[in-house]
């Protein structure tokens, strides 16, 4: 069957919203009346395989998410909440690409809908990763240390001078130093001046205890994808603490890997 009559034959199969037409490369488009959170309209492909038919979205949904991050990087939360979006709706999870295959004639217009259905889904943990921000934004940046292979510990509790313990978000090592970063990450614009004192109160304590002279640095890593920062807030952290932004992998990679 040709791509021209397999898109009429599904056509006549599915409601008036799909369009289907021959895809750019192989298959047919299938445009649904699903949308992506932002607006994108989400496509199921078609493709003939021995007298049955495979559906899949070419990684469109896993692609989407990615974007929606610094690092598009999937975090290890949302790759298992993929992986059982797929498993309730029974489509194949292969890498990062939704497929259903050995689909009948007969069965085209449930795959269709359900291949869109789970598109929908996956594009949606976008929502539940963001429902507590500063944990979500926690796990990503975790996630991109380990794919850069730095030697990571997290939430590591330290002893100031003053003895009180400080809870490190991270602690990176490399052949040239150890990093010390603190994160801030609030959704709220009013608690950023109380994060930021927190954070060079902690660095204050840290720097005049047996830490001090050690080749040891530290960071304050910004989570800038909220604009919620002012320029004092960056002033008064700098004055303790090399400062990052999220917004900036490289940069921070590249704060952590130098020598001091």
Not at 41 to 61: H, K, M, P, W
Not at 162 to 170: K, Q
Request: charged share 25%.
């Amino acid at each position: 069957m040709s791509t021209e009559e397999l898109a009429i034959r599904l056509s006549d199969l599915l409601p008036t919203l799909f369009e289907c037409t021959p895809a750019p490369q192989e298959g047919v488009r299938v445009r649904t009346p699903l949308l992506f959170p932002d607006g994108g309209v989400i496509d199921v492909f078609v493709l003939e395989r021995n007298a049955t038919y495979t559906l899949t979205d070419f990684g469109d949904a896993a692609g989407w998410l990615g974007l929606q991050t610094v690092s598009q990087q999937r975090s290890q939360k949302q790759r298992l909440l993929m992986k059982d979006t797929c498993q309730t709706l029974g489509i194949e999870l292969r890498g990062e690409t939704l497929v259903l295959q050995g689909v009948p004639t007969d069965g085209l217009a449930d795959a269709v809908l359900r291949l869109a259905q789970a598109e929908a889904r996956v594009a949606d943990l976008w929502f539940t990763m963001r429902q507590i921000p500063g944990e979500s934004t926690a796990d990503e940046i975790n996630d991109w240390l380990l794919m850069r292979q730095f030697e990571v510990d997290r939430r590591i509790p330290i002893a100031g001078k003053s003895s009180r313990m400080w809870t490190i978000d991270f602690r990176t090592r490399t052949p040239n130093k150890e990093s010390l970063v603190f994160l801030l990450s609030t959704g709220t614009r009013g608690a950023t001046r109380r994060i930021v004192e927190h954070v060079v109160a902690g660095f204050h304590d840290l720097r005049s205890s047996s830490l001090a002279g050690t080749n040891v640095s530290y960071v304050s890593l910004f989570d800038d994808t909220v604009d919620i920062w002012r320029d004092e807030d960056f002033g008064l952290a700098e004055s303790l603490s090399d400062i990052a932004r999220w917004s900036r992998p490289d940069e921070l990679a590249e704060l952590l890997e130098s020598s001091g």
